[in-house]
Structure formats: structure tokens, C-alpha cells
T-cell receptor, first 113, second 113 residues
Framework: NAGVMQNPRHLVRRRGQEARLRCSPMKGHSHVYWYRQLPEEGLKFMVY????????ESGMPKERFSAEFPKEGPSILRIQQVVRGDSAAYFCASSQTGQETQYFGPGTRLLVL | AQSVTQPDIHITVSEGASLELRCNYSYGATPYLFWYVQSPGQGLQLLLK??????LVQGIKGFEAEFKRSQSSFNLRKPSVHWSDAAEYFCAVRASRSYKLIFGSGTRLLVRP
């Protein structure tokens, strides 16, 4: 069984460009979570989505960041006009329901030059 | 508000020695508790979890953790450390009716040959 898949694993962007991070949940999982890990810190919750719905985006910056989980295809975390402070590892997790154990993907490491 | 404290940023042990990683949480009721391990450049792997019942929880790779309500602690232990255990360890808490994981800042384990 495939686990949570994320791509790309590494992404380099220049300031002002857009970053798109993709997450495919485990088979049978319809709940997706995005977390951000800044250097030398733990993970911080960003957003929780179910298919076609954003349930909680309280941890996501109000500007430049957006997330979606369409009916078909992976979940996408989009960062517009990236700045150096966006450099971090972005992890996606999935679960069967909203209160089950979350399983994490390998992460996307974003570097903004 | 919920919070998790991992007081040790780094711990170094000799291979074959015992290990205990500390985790203290702040939460009004009994939370759901987790330990995850992150190898360099990798995602997070679930080691074990506590929801209710027996306060001594067994996990993968020979790890165990004990929930102590009186001390608000959920310390991770292993009787004999292997060189492959070198990694970063994260304790996380979640309210029983929530989905949001709150992570500690992590403890980096180094293993001496």
C-alpha cells in the first residue's frame, strides 16, 4: 500500500515566484492536513481539508497562501509571490476520518532564493 | 491552549544504552498523545500513540511510552539504543475531539558507537 505521497520533494524558487506543492493521501483517506516546519522547530498546523472543502485554515497565513483538495486529484498547497521566510519543509498528512491517526508524507522542502 | 514541551533539544547516548526522551503537555482533559520520529530529510513516522486504557504503550522499533496524568508527561523509552535510532523525535498532542496536532520542538538523538 502506498503511503502519503508528496511532490516535488525539493523545490527552489526565487522571490516573487509561485510555489505549488502536491499531496496524494493514502488510499481510502479523504482527510488531508498541511503542516509547516521551520528550521529547528516542530511542525505547525496550517490547514485541514476534506474533498472539495476547507474545514479549518486557521494556521495558514491570510495572504499569499491557499489550499485545495479537489474531487479528483491531489491536494495542492499554493504559495504566491514567495519570500525568503517561506523557506521551510511542508508536510502533508492524511487520515480516514477527522479523528483518526494522521500519517505523514515525506515532505516538500522549499527553498526561496 | 494546548502546548507540548520537549525540554531536551539534544541527547547523546552510547549504542546499547537505555534512552528516555521527555515530553510534557498542557491540556485540561486527557489528550491523545503521539510520538513521531523523523530521520534526516525524511517525513514523520508514527512510533506509538495513546488514546486511553493501559498507560504503558508499546510501539514499533522497540519503543515504549508511559502516560502519567499526575505529571502531565508522556516520556518515550527504549532499553537498548541502536545506531539506526539516531533521528529527531517529536511528541504531539491532540484534543480528543479535535484533529489538530500540536507538536513539541523536537529532541535530536545522537548515538555514539
Amino acid at each position: 500500500n502506498a503511503g502519503v505521497m508528496q511532490n516535488p520533494r525539493h523545490l527552489v524558487r526565487r522571490r516573487g515566484q509561485e510555489a505549488r506543492l502536491r499531496c496524494s493521501p493514502m488510499k481510502g483517506h479523504s482527510h488531508v492536513y498541511w503542516y509547516r516546519q521551520l528550521p529547528e522547530e516542530g511542525l505547525k498546523f496550517m490547514v485541514y481539508l476534506q474533498k472539495e472543502n476547507i474545514i479549518d485554515e486557521s494556521g495558514m497565513p491570510k495572504e499569499r497562501f491557499s489550499a485545495e483538495f479537489p474531487k479528483e486529484g491531489p491536494s495542492i498547497l499554493r504559495i504566491q509571490q514567495v519570500v525568503r521566510g517561506d523557506s521551510a519543509a511542508y508536510f502533508c498528512a492524511s487520515s480516514q476520518t477527522g479523528q483518526e491517526t494522521q500519517y505523514f508524507g515525506p515532505g516538500t522542502r522549499l527553498l526561496v532564493l | 491552549a494546548q502546548s507540548v514541551t520537549q525540554p531536551d533539544i539534544h541527547i547523546t547516548v552510547s549504542e546499547g544504552a537505555s534512552l528516555e526522551l521527555r515530553c510534557n503537555y498542557s491540556y485540561g482533559a486527557t489528550p491523545y498523545l503521539f510520538w513521531y520520529v523523523q530521520s534526516p530529510g525524511q517525513g514523520l513516522q508514527l512510533l506509538l500513540k495513546y488514546f486511553s486504557g493501559d498507560t504503558l504503550v508499546q510501539g514499533i522499533k522497540g519503543f515504549e511510552a508511559e502516560f502519567k496524568r499526575s505529571q502531565s508527561s508522556f516520556n518515550l523509552r527504549k532499553p537498548s539504543v541502536h545506531w539506526s535510532d539516531a533521528a529527531e523525535y517529536f511528541c504531539a498532542v491532540r484534543a480528543s475531539r479535535s484533529y489538530k496536532l500540536i507538536f513539541g520542538s523536537g529532541t535530536r538523538l545522537l548515538v555514539r558507537p
